[in-house]
């Protein structure tokens, strides 16, 4: 047993703050919240806080890990215009580049610096064409090498070798959710990490794979990750090839459920917002990323009944992304204030919730003992009526001085357990060289 002693402990949502108070840990999961349990959990280890800010560990809902060696790039990139043609030219080549190697890395490195910023889990996206079977397993090796938490699947579509890769991609979602099933009942490794069935998106994706994706769904009770309305034309070709909204489509193959995740979504119809609602499931909002793409801005966000934020790569650091969504909303005319944005984070931890069968986000007894602890010593009085409020305008990645995941301190006093010096150096020249298959691919 474990007690963070003298703390100021915090919840987003549903936002509250208490002073001066400790958190006893056991196992993965809190005990205890309150004042002066030493004496209560005599025989506990004590970790002094100092007043310190613990929180429910921040999540980041939609993120790429396979794109953390792309940073600078140094590779031949057509002009981009348009975003089907950065997707052509940069994005589309990266993935097509990548092998064992580069994507073990790749996950090193993006896992350490989301629990650097403070993540305690990540929900990824990924794609791989030229190493799709056992690409999921890759990326779960990063995560628990970390100790990070997170979901991962692969990104089922047609676009490089049509029906052969449709089926390859389901198949690797299919085998890594009962890898996941079998490494869960077996319990020889903490349980990190889960699948989602994933998806590009659905101008990617024909009739036949989303049939596909619905069975993979049944066989694995699992839901569906994938990309929707990032762009105007993702609508355009649902409707002119198939005469039907996106979300109404893949609700016709039993895609939408409450564990369903879409990304952005900016211009997905008023029907779809219903289905989508209706179905309890997530939209993921990535304001950075959006605003980088110049794919426009997604003006039904208060109309999602399950909001959360991702970054689409861009990083981890949740404490930057949601700031940018506040902050790019109210540029855009938008009535929300910090703490719906701060809603939105606390929403990962749902997401979690439903898919690892445990209750995340809270500071209550039972829940999973995944902690973000930063020094954070404010200048005006910290509140739950103004919580939100501070990580807004105050509070930042550069606070983070510890990360608990599942009850153990993965990063403490801004130090992880093993020297990632080597993984930084070796990581440098692995993306040299996949920039360099970068430049051979037509």
């Known amino acids: 047993m474990v007690i963070l002693k003298n703390a100021t402990a915090a919840q987003l949502y549903p936002a509250k ?23 209560r959990y005599p025989q506990a280890q004590i970790k002094e806080m100092r007043g310190r800010l ?33 997707l052509k030219n940069l994005w589309w080549r990266l993935d097509r580049a990548l092998d064992e190697e580069s994507l073990y890395y790749s996950g090193l490195i993006c896992a350490m610096e989301a629990v650097r910023s403070g993540c305690t889990a990540v929900i990824d996206h990924h794609a791989s064409p030229n190493y799709i079977s056992g690409s999921l397993s890759q990326l779960r090796n990063a ?12 990104e089922t579509t047609d676009r490089n070798f049509g029906s ?3 089926r390859d991609s389901v198949e690797e979602n299919i085998r890594f959710a009962k890898e996941i099933d079998a490494a869960r009942q077996k319990g020889d490794q903490p349980y990190l990490v889960e699948a989602h069935i994933g998806a590009h998106a659905p101008f990617t994706v024909p009739d036949e794979g989303l049939a596909m994706l619905g069975e993979a769904l049944k066989v694995t009770g699992r839901g569906l990750h994938i990309h929707a309305a990032e762009d105007s034309y993702d609508v355009s070709h649902s409707h002119h090839h198939y005469s039907k909204d996106l979300l109404v489509r893949l609700d016709d193959f039993g895609l939408i459920n409450s564990k369903t995740l879409i990304a952005h979504g900016l211009y997905i119809s008023e029907a779809d917002v219903e289905l989508l609602n209706a179905k309890d499931g997530f939209l993921v909002h990535n304001a950075r990323s959006n605003m980088n793409n110049h794919v426009g801005y997604n003006h039904r966000l208060p109309q999602i009944r399950n909001l959360a934020l991702g970054t689409d790569g861009i990083g981890s650091d949740m404490f930057e992304e949601m700031k940018f969504a506040f902050f790019k909303h109210r540029d855009a005319g938008g009535p929300w204030w910090p703490d719906s944005f701060a809603k939105a984070l606390s929403n990962g931890n749902e997401l979690l ?21 930063c020094d954070y010593l404010p ?42 010096a080597p993984i930084f150096a070796a990581a440098q020249k692995v993306a040299k060289r996949m920039w360099e298959r970068m430049d051979a691919l037509p």
């Open 17 to 39: 703050v208490w002073e001066n108070v400790d958190i006893a840990i056991e196992n993965d999961k809190i005990l205890d919240v309150g004042p002066a349990l030493s004496q």
């Open 54 to 86: 613990v929180m429910p560990g921040m999540v980041c809902s939609h993120n790429h890990f396979y794109s953390g060696l792309s940073r600078g790039i140094q590779a031949n990139i057509a002009p981009s215009p348009d975003f089907i043609s950065t």
């Open 353 to 373: 919730s439903r898919n690892f069968g445990a209750q995340f986000g809270r500071l209550e007894a039972g829940c999973k003992a995944d902690l973000t602890i």
């Open 164 to 166: 052969r890769e449709l």
């Open 379 to 420: 200048p005006t009085p910290l509140l739950a009526a103004n919580i939100a409020g501070h990580i807004a305008f105050g509070l930042g990645s550069n606070s983070v001085h510890s990360v608990m995941v599942n009850g153990v301190m993965i990063y403490e006093d801004r130090q992880f357990s093993f020297d990632s």
């Open 143 to 154: 995560f628990i090498r970390v100790g990070l938490r997170g979901m991962t699947c692969f």
